[in-house]
């Protein structure tokens, strides 16, 4: 029972997260999706708002995240090789 109830909680924290990671966004009538590449994204989105560097535990940088705003949210999509490699929004 003790596990259960521990099970139920995880999960209630996981859903109310203030980050919501999806496969896809749509921008307009363009759905974006990982995998495609940034010259899509700037098609689609423009300029990001903010870029932010990832770096590894070497401090080399592996990826960069690019910020947009869409109205009372942000949406971070992580780019690595060119490639969108996750999409995520941000409530505030």
Known sequence: MH???RAALLGLLL???LAIAFGTYRAGSI?????DS????MDAMGQPAYKEPVM???????AENWFYR???KLVKFTISGGIVQ???EIRQ
């Not at 940034?38 to 994204?41: D, G, K, L, S, T």
């Not at 590894?56 to 592996?62: D, E, P, S």
Request: no cysteine; glycine share 10%; aromatic share 8%.
């Open 3 to 5: 596990t259960l109830t």
């Open 15 to 17: 859903w109310s997260s």
């Open 31 to 35: 759905v974006l999706d990982q995998g």
């Open 38 to 41: 940034i010259a899509r994204v």
């Open 56 to 62: 590894n535990r070497y401090g080399a940088q592996v």
């Open 70 to 72: 869409d109205g009372s």
């Open 86 to 88: 996750m999409i995520e």
